[in-house]
Structure formats: structure tokens, C-alpha cells
Nanobody, 115 residues
Framework: QVQLVESGGGLVQPGGSLRLSCAASGSIFSIRALGWYRQAPGKERELVARIARAGYIDYADSVKGRFTISRDNALSTVYLQMNSLEPEDTAVYYC?????????WGQGTQVTVSS
């Protein structure tokens, strides 16, 4: 079992920045990758960024150049630095752990970009 706890969401003006954190606990050794997904009202959940234990990083095209994902060495904590935020980034952001044999999700944190 893996437990994920997110923090760092909130309200920010367009052009602003936020940093999300996700702390994993439990069977950390089983985690192959940690990532962030988001779901806006009326839309499907989509990948934002993902970082693998081996170091491979994947970003959605819509956030490339604005968002940066990083991790600690143990792959127990993952961060998402979000810069140049746009109203279209408004969503609930979920932390995801790709683990064996199951995937796990955090409870989600709301990010609202509005003036």
C-alpha cells in the first residue's frame, strides 16, 4: 500500500506561481514513478507531468516550459513548480504513484488561476 498526501494548492492570479508537493508513505520501494494529473470541471483527468525512478520525465505539451517536476532521491516526495499560470490551468491536481502491482492516487488539491 502507498499513501499520498498533496499540499500547496490555492488561488493565484494569472502569471503567478504555485508549488505543489506530494509526500508518499508506505511501500515506497514499489513505486516506479510519481506524477501529477489534473481534472478540470467537465473534462477528463489528464497527465501533467511524471518522473520515473530511473529519472525519465514526461510533460504534457500544454505545460512544457512553464511547469517543472522534481523529486527527492528516495522517490518519496515529488514537487510540481508551476510558473506563468493561466486560467486554463485551473483544476484539481492529483498526485499519482505508479507502483507494482497497483497505482495509487492522492485526494487532490485545488488550483484556481483567476484575477
Amino acid at each position: 500500500q502507498v499513501q499520498l498526501v498533496e499540499s500547496g494548492g490555492g488561488l493565484v492570479q494569472p502569471g503567478g506561481s504555485l508549488r505543489l508537493s506530494c509526500a508518499a508513505s508506505g511501500s515506497i520501494f514499489s513505486i516506479r514513478a510519481l506524477g501529477w494529473y489534473r481534472q478540470a470541471p467537465g473534462k477528463e483527468r489528464e497527465l501533467v507531468a511524471r518522473i520515473a525512478r530511473a529519472g525519465y520525465i514526461d510533460y504534457a505539451d500544454s505545460v512544457k516550459g512553464r511547469f517543472t517536476i522534481s523529486r527527492d532521491n528516495a522517490l518519496s516526495t515529488v514537487y510540481l513548480q508551476m510558473n506563468s499560470l493561466e486560467p486554463e490551468d485551473t483544476a484539481v491536481y492529483y498526485c499519482n504513484a505508479q507502483a507494482f502491482p497497483n497505482d495509487y492516487w492522492g485526494q487532490g488539491t485545488q488550483v484556481t488561476v483567476s484575477s
